[in-house]
Structure formats: C-alpha cells, structure tokens
C-alpha cells in the first residue's frame, strides 16, 4: 500500500454533458496523479492533486532529448455501477519494458495499479456512460534533469490525465480508409519501434499529413529495411483474414505489442479460429485482394478498440476490401470486447480489474 496524497480541487469544472461528442483527448478531468523520481531516493511522494499545467525547466531533458515513455488504457462503468479497467498489468509491464529500453527507472507495478485507481475514483464523475464511451486514462513519465548533455536522466516525473472519450476515429465503427507508406518508415529493428513512446509518433506525422490529404486515415508502416513486410498502423495493430486464417504481423521488434492486438489473438484462438502470428508482404496482400481471398482487415488498439478497415491504397492501387464495410469477425470482436470491458459479458479470462 503506498500512501497517496489527496489534494481536491476547490474549482471543479462542470462534466461534459449527454450531447458532447467527446471528441478524442480532448477534455481533460478536475485532478491527475503525480510522482517524482530522484536519483538515490527512487519514486517519492505520489498524490492525487488539481489538474494543472507544469512548471518546468526550460532545460529538462525531455524538451530536448524526447526521453519519455507514455500509456493508454480505459476505465469503463458498468452498468452495475462498478467502475472495470481492462487488462491494466499488461500495459504496466509494456511501460516497464518502454522504460527500459529509454533508461528511463521502472516504476513498481502496485504504485502504478494504486496510482490509476486513485485517480481514476476521485474522478469518477466524469466517466462517461453513453455507447461507446470510456474515460481515457494517459500516465506518462518525462525526464526532467535540467541539462543539455546527451545521458539519461536523474530525476523524472510520472503523471496520470484522464479524459473522457468518444470513438478515436471519427468513422466511428464506419471502416476507415488506410494508406500504405512507401516513403518514410516509422521505426527499424533495434531502434525503438517497440517501445511506447513519443518519437515512434512523432517520426509517423509526416507520413500521416500526406496521408490525410489525400484522404486516408491512417499510414500502414512498412519494415524500415526491405520496405516490403507490413508492421503496423499509427495508432493500432493490424489484422487480415485470408483465405479464413486471422494474420497479423508477428512482432519482431520494431512493432509495439498491442494489448488489444493480444486480446484479439486470444479470442480468435478460442473461437477456433486459425491465428498466425508472421511476417505479412504487401505483395501477399496486394494478391490475396485481387484473388478475392483478402476477406477482412481490422485494426486494434485502445484508443481505436477495433476499427475496421474498408479500403488500402499502395502506390497507385485501391482495393477495396470485400464490399468495403464492416466483416463478420471484426464486428464479433468489436462486441466481445466491449462487452468484456463494460461487464456485460462474461470474463473468461480475469481480464477485467475492479477499481469499484
Ligand atoms: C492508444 O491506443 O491508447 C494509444 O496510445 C494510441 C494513441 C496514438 C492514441
């Protein structure tokens, strides 16, 4: 048990009302969580406080050298009135594994569960109830040594924001339109691909304004070497159904491990569903659509639960995935997990965690 500090605000801001359409991290609750790092003195005085800005260094690190590592996970409220997270130790321990590879320290996994608890029921108010909505929750840890040398370093902050939220892309559950990129790459084997944080985003921006220009979504990334096998998109992983076998590339180091992707994998499995876990070629692709094999494509991530996807463009070719709109099997997972995570259907697998 660690001893959280409460702070509450005095000047709470008034919740969103039934009509807003949560746009996507947008509106931010009336508290969030902190703790500081310091060298020697590991992890110190975690507490609740006022949502506010931050007053920092010009000079901290991370403005300069990009070392930190972020998350996402949702709370959902049940109909029960229980407040559930989804799967929370796996996000904890891909933010261990992120941290290990940006040298930035591990923060214990029972700080990090109480932290998102905490925060998460001094907030409860704002968890959103309408279909389709949960309360974003964003922890994160920035580098905050005031220095211009080029180390990890001594000091840090991790903080936790909570937002409520509607769907990640405005289509909705419409199938969204996805661009594969033959001119920039997003990461490389060996480099940070597979760890969560904000260069492996910001590396994708180019990509993605091009992308939306021309009216696509979202960039499907190839590998960063031959440019030939497909890795992931943005802000999800990827999965087909070809020929009746679930596809989605195996992850090999430059993909981040979706705790959605997992999810995904497992239901599928348990559905009897033949699951393969390998390397996918954008020819293999471009050939499973022409022969009318390419039977459905789907995105997953927590932001973008599963987002089916209605059309690929690479280079000067369009296909159109079967009739362009939702598949059998994306829409079963779609219901599967929510269901799970609203507790309306049953938890096989213990994935749920109560905070409430
Ligand atoms: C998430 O799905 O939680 C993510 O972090 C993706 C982000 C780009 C919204």
Redesign the pocket.
Known sequence: MYNIKIEKTTNPKPLPTEDNPLL??TIFTDHMFEVDYTEGQGWHDPRVVPFHDLELSPASMVFHYGQEM????KAYRTDDKRILLFRPDKNIERANNSNARLMIPEIPAELFLEGIKTVVKVDEAWIPTKEGTSL?VRPFVIATDPFLGVRPSHTYKFMIILSPVGA?YPEGLDPVKIWIEDQYVRAVRGGIGEA?TGGN?VASMAAQVKAHEEGYSQVLWLDGVERKYIEEV???NIFFKINGTVVTPMLNGSILPGVTRNTCIELCKSWGLPVEERRVSVDELEEAAKNGTLEEVWGT????VISPVGHLRYEDDVFQIKDGGIGEISQKLYDTVTGIQLGRLEDKYGWTVEVK
């Open positions: 996507f991290g972020f998350e996402g996970l974003y990640y969560k985003y943005g802000a999800m991530g927590t932001a973008a």
